[in-house]
Every structure is written in C-alpha cells, then in structure tokens.
C-alpha cells in the first residue's frame, strides 16, 4: 500500500466529500486472519454529510470477493461481500448512547481528526463475513445439499407409527 488512507472524518463529512477507489486484500491486515487467499481486491466508496437532524454522517460502500474455508467440507469457496454502512459521527460516547437509546438501528462513532479510512473497510468487511461460514451445496458432485442427503433419523419412529395405525389389535 503507497500511502494510509487518513481522514479528518467531522470536516470530511461536513464538507459531503467523497473517497472511492480499490484496496488489495493483502493490505487488510485485520481481514487476512479471517480469509483463505490474500488475493483480490476490495472496492470501497466513502460520502461524507450531514443529516436532517445535523449530525454528520459517512456512507461506507465495500464490494469484492474474498475465499473462505467452509466449515461443512472444509474446502475453500468464494464469498461475495457487499456491505453498505451509514455511521453517524458523534463527538463522544454519551451522545452515541443517548442517540442509540432513540434509535437501536443507529451506528455511531467517534469523529476523529485522525480516521484511518482502511480501519473503516476493514471494519466493514469483517461484519460481512458470516460466523460459520459454508457453502450452499457441498456434494462433490453439486447436485444437492450434503446434510440433505443424510437419513433422517426419526424415519424408524415414523414407519413404526405407521405400522401401529394399519395393526389395529
């Protein structure tokens, strides 16, 4: 990486400045602990403003792919991120919780004069990234679901229940 990504993320906002480019995944220190492969890149887009109620806020857009272990197969499998952030800048930690008390969906943080932008996407990406992750179809033949193909073990129960109703004693 040629250069850190730093902002002063209050003036970003209140200026509605704007930030967009691509990080290589093996520069997300932070993400390499959680992926496969360091190959790839990440798109990010980052908007500064302000709100209806005056608060300042940046919009955080990152989308790639990064490779995953799955968890069932223990094979590694392409994830698509593709997460979008709104977070509202407060200047300390009682106005994010009085602001979270009004609205459970806010995300707030801290404005800094010093906001490393990579901090951000990384941030962003490792919420993306599901806590078990898996692929949809693991059979190695990709016709169906591996765990579907196992028996169902309430099968017997269901054939003795069966039998009990056609024998009537």
Same mark, same amino acid.
């Given at each position: 990486?040629?250069?850190?990504?730093?902002?002063?993320?209050?003036? %970003?906002?209140?200026?509605?400045?704007?930030?967009?480019?691509? #990080?290589?995944?093996?520069?997300? !220190?932070?993400?390499? =602990?959680?992926?496969?492969?360091?190959? =790839?890149?990440?798109?990010? +887009?980052?908007?500064?403003?302000?709100?209806?109620?005056?608060?300042?806020?940046?919009?955080?857009?990152?989308?790639?792919?990064?490779?995953? /272990? &799955?968890?069932? &197969?223990?094979?590694?499998? +392409?994830?698509?991120?593709?997460?979008?952030?709104?977070?509202?800048?407060? @200047?300390?930690?009682?106005?994010?919780?009085?602001?979270?008390?009004?609205?459970?969906?806010? $995300?707030?943080?801290?404005?800094?004069?010093? !906001?490393?932008?990579?901090? /951000?996407?990384?941030? $962003? #990406? /490792?919420?993306?990234?599901?806590?078990?992750?898996?692929?949809?179809? &693991?059979?190695?033949?990709?016709?169906?679901?591996?765990?579907? *193909?196992?028996?169902?073990? %309430? +099968?017997?129960? !269901? !054939?003795? *229940?069966?039998?009990?109703? +056609?024998?009537? @004693?």
């Amino acid at each position: 990486m040629s250069k850190p990504l730093i902002i002063d993320s209050g003036e %970003f906002a209140r200026e509605g400045l704007s930030l967009n480019g691509e #990080i290589a995944l093996r520069d997300l !220190q932070r993400v390499l =602990g959680s992926v496969q492969s360091d190959a =790839g890149v990440i798109r990010y +887009a980052l908007q500064g403003g302000v709100d209806k109620l005056q608060r300042r806020y940046l919009r955080l857009s990152v989308t790639g792919e990064v490779s995953l /272990l &799955c968890q069932r &197969c223990m094979l590694p499998f +392409a994830f698509a991120i593709d997460g979008d952030s709104l977070l509202t800048l407060f @200047d300390n930690e009682i106005d994010i919780d009085a602001a979270s008390e009004q609205d459970e969906t806010l $995300e707030g943080i801290l404005a800094s004069r010093e !906001q490393s932008v990579v901090d /951000l996407i990384e941030d $962003e #990406i /490792l919420l993306a990234l599901p806590l078990a992750p898996k692929h949809e179809v &693991c059979a190695p033949d990709g016709n169906s679901d591996s765990v579907a *193909k196992k028996p169902n073990p %309430f +099968a017997v129960l !269901q !054939q003795l *229940k069966v039998n009990k109703q +056609a024998d009537p @004693d």
